[in-house]
């Protein structure tokens, strides 16, 4: 007769890795997509606070309009456009996002 040991079987060893595997299957596609989404988030945080310092300087300085350029931020090459509409400034950026999605904001500003 075989005593009973304290040990784990074959089985519960593979219904263990099993588990295990999936639950890193499932977690680490997720993890990554996360860490787009806070990069995509932070670079857009960045993007339009460049623009607004950007929108107030061409206010300030009373610049002859439309204007129209381009800068790096991030490693990643921003379009800079801005036109007036009615009393306005209206400001605008376009960019690709780290999903190679294209993405505009677009600020406005009373022009005194």
Same mark, same amino acid.
């Given at each position: 007769?075989?005593?009973?040991?304290?040990?784990?079987?074959?089985? %519960?060893?593979? $219904?263990?890795?099993?588990?295990?595997?999936?639950?890193?299957?499932?977690?680490?596609?997720?993890?990554?997509?996360?860490?787009?989404?806070?990069?995509?988030?932070?670079?857009?945080?960045?993007? $339009?606070?460049?623009?607004?310092? %950007?929108?107030?300087?061409?206010?300030?300085?009373?610049?002859?309009?439309?204007?129209?350029?381009?800068?790096?931020?991030?490693?990643?090459?921003?379009?800079?456009?801005?036109?007036?509409?009615?009393?306005?400034?209206?400001?605008?950026?376009?960019?690709?996002? $780290?999903?190679?999605?294209?993405?505009?904001?677009?600020?406005?500003?009373? $022009?005194?």
């Amino acid at each position: 007769m075989l005593k009973n040991s304290n040990g784990f079987s074959l089985i %519960e060893v593979l $219904v263990a890795f099993g588990i295990v595997t999936m639950l890193i299957i499932t977690v680490l596609p997720i993890s990554v997509q996360l860490k787009k989404e806070q990069q995509k988030l932070s670079d857009r945080i960045t993007i $339009v606070t460049v623009l607004y310092d %950007e929108l107030q300087q061409t206010i300030w300085e009373k610049s002859e309009l439309p204007i129209s350029y381009k800068k790096q931020i991030k490693n990643k090459q921003v379009n800079f456009h801005f036109t007036t509409i009615n009393d306005l400034m209206q400001g605008c950026v376009e960019w690709t996002n $780290v999903k190679s999605e294209k993405e505009k904001s677009c600020l406005f500003g009373y $022009v005194s």
